[in-house]
């Protein structure tokens, strides 16, 4: 069955991306950026709780600002570390301090550690020497950061931090098959899981230890081909994984609460087609989906604490957005922030259950990439 499985993940690869040339510098590269498609924007909450909002400006680096723990307010937005950068991840060390990742203009992956409270610390460093073509950022079981990154040879490798966000590991592949995109979670007991797609459109998972070491393999979670996935849990961290089906709408697949597919297999949440999605909980843990429609603006659907019933998608506020990211304020409310038509960041607070909107309102002055 594995070899099964490897040749699904290995037929009609892709070729790699071209490969930069090598650097003996930690330095990011400084040189003219190209444009990116889609706006990105990530948040992270400091140690103290507040949010916290990083984004690619026009000049092609990050910048940061700090909201009030409330969600409302913003320090405005400040540099985060010189140096130009393709893509941003952020998540937290086991101190709950905010780590930044980047990838540089080389496709080599540098991280900026930042303090408690949110602000930069010592600069970019290189975390290491391989290339990668995308990444995401996570955490082991015990809090401490790890980064799971496709390669130019299309596969998955990862790189295990230490508890204050120090490079311990290096990238080590993590299993043999070809992917196209991936994304994580962590099961109940806080063991992360990584979800693929893979070259037939289908979805693969991997378990990993308490560490963030050891992996499973991938293992084929459900039967059906999808455009997008993105990892998600319910209010007893179990995962869920939320999929953009072939024909736009969404999808959901409940697992265990050691990340084994449960009986459910993807299942349709709600009627509606969605250009895009993002994954987050209310302040009770239950799960809730973000989509921007094919009217370009924002809807959201809240499921039961089980991660099965939905609301079905409303719109949360009138206004067309390009993009959306999931956060939520110091006391578990969520809270999203969408890029608008003028490449600003506009933000908008939900209540405690998910179900009501502030409306949107600009966190602070500034364009972004």
Not at 36 to 57: K, M, Y
Not at 167 to 173: E, Y
Not at 269 to 287: E, K, L
């Amino acid at each position: 069955m594995f070899r099964f499985l490897q040749r699904l993940f290995e037929h009609s690869a892709s070729k790699p991306l071209p490969s930069s040339s090598s650097r003996k510098s930690a330095k990011l590269r400084l040189e003219q950026l190209e444009s990116r498609s889609v706006p990105s924007v990530n948040v992270v909450n400091t140690a103290f709780g507040n949010p916290e909002v990083f984004a690619i400006g026009t000049d092609g680096q990050v910048y940061a600002q700090i909201l009030g723990n409330n969600g409302f307010g913003s320090t405005g937005y400040f540099l985060v570390a010189p140096g130009q950068v393709k893509d941003i991840q952020v998540t937290r060390d086991a101190f709950g301090d905010p780590e930044v990742f980047v990838i540089g203009l080389d496709d080599r992956i540098y991280a900026e550690r930042m303090t408690a409270g949110g602000l930069p610390l010592i600069g970019y460093f290189l975390t290491a020497g391989s290339q990668v073509k995308s990444m995401i950022a996570g955490q082991d079981a015990f809090g401490n950061p790890e980064v799971f990154a496709i390669g130019l040879d299309n596969r998955v490798y990862a790189n295990h931090f230490k508890s204050i966000g120090l490079t311990a590991t290096g990238f080590f592949l993590t299993a043999g098959g070809q992917v196209q995109s991936i994304s994580m979670t962590n099961d109940a007991f806080g063991d992360p899981e990584v979800f693929a797609i893979g070259l037939d459109n289908q979805v693969y998972a991997e378990r990993f230890s308490s560490i963030g070491l050891t992996s499973t393999g991938f293992f084929l979670t459900a039967f059906g081909q999808v455009k997008s996935i993105t990892a998600g849990r319910d209010a007893f961290g179990d995962p869920e994984l939320f999929a953009i089906g072939l024909d736009n709408r969404v999808y959901a697949n409940h697992f265990n609460n050691i990340g084994l597919t449960a009986d459910t297999g993807f299942f349709l949440t709600a009627s509606g087609q969605v250009n895009s999605i993002a994954v987050g909980h209310d302040a009770f843990g239950d799960p809730e989906v973000f989509a921007i429609g094919l009217d370009n603006q924002g809807y959201a659907e809240a499921f039961s604490s089980i991660g099965e019933t939905s609301t079905g998608f409303f719109l949360t506020t009138p206004g067309q957005v390009k993009t959306i990211t999931y956060g939520h304020d110091a006391f578990g409310d969520p809270e999203v922030f969408a890029i608008g038509l003028d490449n600003q960041v506009y933000a908008e607070r939900l209540s405690a259950n998910g179900l009501l909107s502030s409306g949107f309102f600009l966190t602070t002055a500034g364009q972004v990439m």
